[in-house]
């Protein structure tokens, strides 16, 4: 039976550089969580599958150019566009796991020296994260993993401004997991993580990202 039937669901983000493994942990935190009842859904950041979110496709492939504030604020305007639907989800007791959100858009954009305060102003008032995950890979071991898909941002120089950016965007409430370890190691822990917070945050209402 389901544990989180009577509650809301929780906001489980993931963030941390590009190779850093979250795609792969989220997928595997995912099934962790359904195989043990909880109603959940795997979410990522960008959604590429909107119209806003083709645009950030084609410019992460580098098929269009924009403006830097101009793609800062499509990809805030994509979680906009998501923002009622997680809500509802959440309030039915689903909870969501998502792979990138608000850090990921405040982090990469600052690392191209936009001001850091610029960036946060269109995120306040996206739903808060009740769990953000941070997995900590070195930007030199995250480049050896099989090198980089080819996207604009995937270069070695970017990444280390961007885990700067990260660092000074961590909070003491973020969980910073060991991205180096094993695999298996690394589930373990983010399936601890998860749970406790699913149970926590029974009861907790949904608020609102202030900074
Ligand atoms: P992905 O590889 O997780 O699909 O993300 C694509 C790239 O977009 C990745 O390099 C991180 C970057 N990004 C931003 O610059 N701003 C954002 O708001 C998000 C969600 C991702
Ligand atoms: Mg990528």
Known sequence: GSSNSSGRGALVVLEGLDRSGKSSQCARLLSFLQGKGHRAEGWRFPDRGTSVGQMISAYLANESQLDDRTIHLLFSANRWEKRGLMESKLLSGTTLVVDRYSYSGVAFSAAKGLDIEWCKAPEVGLLAPDLVIYLDVQPE??????????????????????????????????????????????????????TDCIQECNGKPLTNLAW
Do not use: C, N
């Open 141 to 194: 071991k995250a480049a050896e993993r099989g090198g980089y898909g080819g996207e604009r941002y995937e270069r070695i120089e970017f990444q280390q401004k961007v885990a700067e950016h990260y660092h000074s965007l961590r909070d003491p409430t973020w969980k910073v997991v060991d991205g180096s370890l094993p695999m298996e190691t690394v589930e373990d822990q983010l399936r601890e993580l998860a």
